[in-house]
C-alpha cells in the first residue's frame, strides 16, 4: 500500500511554495536579512556568449529559462517509491509535474539485462551516489536538468495538511476498505464517507491511499488506478489554493522535520518573490510518457523517448518542427559542400 503515497508533492508544494510564504514573512520582519536584495539563478553567464552558435534551440532555450526543476522523491526504505520531476517557470508562473513510474526501466552495467533491479526505483539505495545517482538517472531519461532534490517521509503529508486547518474537498463516493495483510491484521482500514467535507491528516492517507473496496456494497474506481491518480491531483490542487492563501511560518516547522534537501534558506527566499502571482490553474501534471511492458520474469515501464522530446520541447516553447527542419537544411548544406 506505500506505493500509493505518490501524494508526497502536496508536502512539497506546501514546503516550497507556502512554507517560503512563510519564510519570507519571518524573515521581513525578525531578520536584518532583506528577503528583496537575494537573487536565485542569475548567474553571469557573459564568458558562454561565444559558445550559443553552438548550441541548439532547445539548449539555448534551456540555458536562457527561468525555471527551476526539482526532483521530489518519497523513499520507502532504500527505494524511491515515489518519483516526480517539478518544474517551476518563475517568469511564466506556470508549474509542471512529471511522475515517473517506479517500473521505469533503466539499465545499469553490472546487473543482469532484465532484473528487478533495473528498474529506476533501485538507483537510489544501490548506487553509492544515493539522491545524486537518481537525479542523473531522471536527467538521462527526461532530457531536462535537474537543479535541485527534496525527498520526503510519508508523515509529512499529515503535518503539512493540518497545518493549513485541513483541505475541503469533495469525495466522490464512500471509500471503504480493510487490509488483511497490515501488521497487526486488519490495522488500517480506509473508511472515508461521500460529500463535501474539511479533510485532514489521517483522512488525507486514506482518501489518497484508496483504489479499490474489497468489501461488498460499497464501490472501487471504475477506471482503477487511473481514478484514483484524478482524485490525488484535484486534492492537490485544493491544497496548493488554499496554501496559497496563508503566510504560516508554523507551516514550516510542521513539514521541515519530514523534509530533505540541498534547496537553502537564500533559494527559498529567492523563490518567494517568483511565487507571487501562481495559480493553480498554471499547474499541470503529467505522467512520463511510455508503456508497459513484459521483459524477462518482470513487469517493466518503457519510455518513449520520442513523445518525452515532444515533452521536453512544448515545455521550454521551442518549436520541434522548425528545429527539426532546420537541422535537416543544415544537413543538406553540408552534403553540397562535400560534393
Same mark, same amino acid.
Given at each position: 500500500?506505500?506505493?500509493?503515497?505518490?501524494?508526497?508533492?502536496?508536502?512539497?508544494?506546501?514546503?516550497?511554495?507556502?512554507?517560503?510564504?512563510?519564510?519570507?514573512?519571518?524573515?521581513?520582519?525578525?531578520?536584518?536579512?532583506?528577503?528583496?536584495?537575494?537573487?536565485?539563478?542569475?548567474?553571469?553567464?557573459?564568458?558562454?556568449?561565444?559558445?550559443?552558435?553552438?548550441?541548439?534551440?532547445?539548449?539555448?532555450?534551456?540555458?536562457?529559462?527561468?525555471?527551476?526543476?526539482?526532483?521530489?522523491?518519497?523513499?520507502?526504505?532504500?527505494?524511491?517509491?515515489?518519483?516526480?520531476?517539478?518544474?517551476?517557470?518563475?517568469?511564466?508562473?506556470?508549474?509542471?509535474?512529471?511522475?515517473?513510474?517506479?517500473?521505469?526501466?533503466?539499465?545499469?552495467?553490472?546487473?543482469?539485462?532484465?532484473?528487478?533491479?533495473?528498474?529506476?526505483?533501485?538507483?537510489?539505495?544501490?548506487?553509492?551516489?544515493?539522491?545524486?545517482?537518481?537525479?542523473?538517472?531522471?536527467?538521462?531519461?527526461?532530457?531536462?536538468?535537474?537543479?535541485?532534490?527534496?525527498?520526503?517521509?510519508?508523515?509529512?503529508?499529515?503535518?503539512?495538511?493540518?497545518?493549513?486547518?485541513?483541505?475541503?474537498?469533495?469525495?466522490?463516493?464512500?471509500?471503504?476498505? %480493510? +487490509?488483511? *495483510?497490515?501488521?497487526? /491484521?486488519? !490495522?488500517?482500514?480506509?473508511? =472515508?464517507?461521500?460529500?463535501? &467535507?474539511? #479533510? $485532514?491528516?489521517?483522512?488525507?492517507?486514506?482518501?489518497?491511499?484508496?483504489?479499490?473496496?474489497? %468489501? +461488498?456494497? *460499497?464501490?472501487?474506481? /471504475?477506471? !482503477?488506478?487511473?481514478?484514483? =491518480?484524478?482524485?490525488?491531483? &484535484?486534492? #492537490? $490542487?485544493?491544497?496548493?489554493?488554499?496554501?496559497?492563501?496563508?503566510?504560516?511560518?508554523?507551516? %514550516?516547522?510542521?513539514?521541515?522535520?519530514?523534509?530533505?534537501?540541498?534547496?537553502?534558506?537564500?533559494?527559498?527566499?529567492?523563490?518567494?518573490?517568483?511565487?507571487?502571482?501562481?495559480?493553480?490553474?498554471?499547474?499541470?501534471?503529467?505522467?512520463?510518457?511510455?508503456?508497459?511492458?513484459?521483459?524477462?520474469?518482470?513487469?517493466?515501464?518503457?519510455?518513449?523517448?520520442?513523445?518525452?522530446?515532444?515533452?521536453?520541447?512544448?515545455?521550454?516553447?521551442?518549436?520541434?518542427?522548425?528545429?527539426?527542419?532546420?537541422?535537416?537544411?543544415?544537413?543538406?548544406?553540408?552534403?553540397?559542400?562535400?560534393?
Amino acid at each position: 500500500m506505500k506505493q500509493f503515497f505518490k501524494i508526497f508533492i502536496f508536502s512539497f508544494i506546501i514546503f516550497s511554495l507556502v512554507a517560503t510564504t512563510g519564510i519570507y514573512t519571518y524573515t521581513k520582519y525578525l531578520s536584518p536579512i532583506d528577503p528583496d536584495d537575494i537573487i536565485i539563478g542569475e548567474e553571469d553567464n557573459s564568458e558562454d556568449d561565444d559558445d550559443d552558435s553552438a548550441q541548439t534551440p532547445l539548449e539555448k532555450a534551456m540555458k536562457d529559462s527561468k525555471r527551476i526543476n526539482v526532483l521530489l522523491v518519497g523513499l520507502e526504505g532504500p527505494r524511491s517509491d515515489t518519483i516526480m520531476l517539478a518544474s517551476y517557470d518563475r517568469k511564466t508562473k506556470e508549474a509542471n509535474i512529471i511522475s515517473i513510474p517506479r517500473d521505469t526501466y533503466y539499465y545499469r552495467e553490472g546487473y543482469e539485462k532484465y532484473s528487478d533491479v533495473q528498474k529506476i526505483n533501485a538507483v537510489y539505495g544501490m548506487e553509492k551516489e544515493g539522491i545524486q545517482a537518481l537525479m542523473k538517472a531522471v536527467e538521462e531519461l527526461t532530457g531536462i536538468p535537474v537543479d535541485n532534490y527534496v525527498t520526503i517521509e510519508y508523515d509529512g503529508l499529515k503535518a503539512a495538511v493540518n497545518a493549513v486547518g485541513g483541505v475541503e474537498f469533495e469525495v466522490p463516493f464512500h471509500m471503504r476498505y %480493510i +487490509d488483511p *495483510y497490515d501488521n497487526p /491484521p486488519h !490495522g488500517f482500514v480506509i473508511n =472515508v464517507p461521500a460529500g463535501k &467535507q474539511l #479533510i $485532514k491528516g489521517d483522512k488525507a492517507l486514506e482518501l489518497l491511499r484508496f483504489r479499490k473496496s474489497n %468489501i +461488498d456494497g *460499497y464501490r472501487s474506481y /471504475p477506471n !482503477g488506478d487511473l481514478g484514483r =491518480v484524478q482524485t490525488q491531483q &484535484q486534492f #492537490i $490542487k485544493a491544497a496548493v489554493k488554499k496554501s496559497l492563501s496563508l503566510k504560516l511560518p508554523s507551516v %514550516i516547522s510542521a513539514v521541515y522535520p519530514h523534509v530533505k534537501t540541498d534547496l537553502t534558506l537564500s533559494d527559498m527566499l529567492g523563490l518567494t518573490k517568483d511565487v507571487i502571482g501562481f495559480s493553480t490553474e498554471n499547474l499541470e501534471t503529467i505522467t512520463l510518457p511510455g508503456t508497459d511492458r513484459m521483459l524477462g520474469k518482470y513487469s517493466f515501464y518503457l519510455a518513449d523517448g520520442e513523445k518525452i522530446t515532444e515533452l521536453v520541447y512544448d515545455m521550454y516553447n521551442v518549436n520541434l518542427t522548425a528545429n527539426s527542419e532546420d537541422a535537416s537544411n543544415e544537413d543538406d548544406s553540408v552534403a553540397h559542400a562535400n560534393e
